[in-house]
């Protein structure tokens, strides 16, 4: 069974730019949640989306944005981008039912120059 | 989300047991115990969770406290890739929806050969 797939690994970009990053849960999952983690503030729970509807929302501002497809994979999308928004963002899934574990992918390292 | 204290760090010998130690005063009567571990350049990983009973799975065990108010996490012989930052962390189920982990700084555990 495949594991949860993020793309890309790494990325760059510069202050004021888009970036939008992907996730592909274990099939069968339905819910995907994202986080970011940095040194200074560890993991931090962005949102979560549960058949294409985000379910629960993390204290991030709106320039964090998600989206889920029929399929169950996820976008996040993070607008005009900042230096501190350098991190790594984890997607996790599952079921989506309550009382599970959640299987993380590997991340993506965005750097924002 | 109620909050859990960990010590920053320990260290171990490789082939012994190790005790992670967790507490967790203010935790509700519906909030489960969760142990993650995340290995350098990796994603958080499963380790075992519970609610009240103690639990054993094929990585670790989980002992809770009679009063819930603390637990602790055995690996029965560490290995050198048990080395890794280790979360406890409560979640509250609340109707089928995860309302995301809320992770700590966590333990880091140094196995010594």
């Known amino acids: 069974k495949a594991g949860v797939t993020q793309t890309p690994r790494y990325l760059i970009k510069t202050r004021g730019q888009q970036v939008t990053l992907s996730c592909s849960p274990i099939s069968g999952h339905r819910s995907v949640s994202w986080y970011q983690q940095t040194p200074g503030q560890g993991l931090q729970f962005l949102f979560e989306y549960f058949s294409e509807t985000q379910r629960n929302k993390g204290n991030f501002p709106g320039r964090f944005s998600g989206r889920q497809f029929s399929n169950s994979r996820s976008e996040m999308n993070v607008s005009t981008l900042e230096l501190g928004d350098s991190a790594l963002y984890l997607c996790a899934s599952s079921r989506g039912t309550g009382d599970e574990k959640l299987f993380f992918g590997s991340g993506t390292q965005l750097s924002v120059l | ?113």
């Open chain 2, 1 to 113: 989300d109620a909050k859990t204290t960990q010590p920053n760090s320990m260290e171990s010998n490789e082939e012994e047991p190790v005790h992670l130690p967790c507490n967790h005063s203010t935790i509700s009567g519906t909030d489960y115990i969760h142990w993650y571990r995340q290995l350098p350049s990796q994603g958080p990983e499963y380790v075992i969770h519970g609610l009240t009973s103690n639990v054993n799975n094929r990585m670790a065990s989980l002992a809770i406290a009679e009063d819930r108010k603390s637990s602790t996490l055995i690996l029965h012989r560490a290995t050198l890739r048990d080395a890794a930052v280790y979360y406890c962390i409560l979640e509250q189920y609340s109707g089928g929806g995860a309302d995301g982990l809320t992770f700590g700084k966590g333990t880091h555990l140094i196995i010594q050969p």
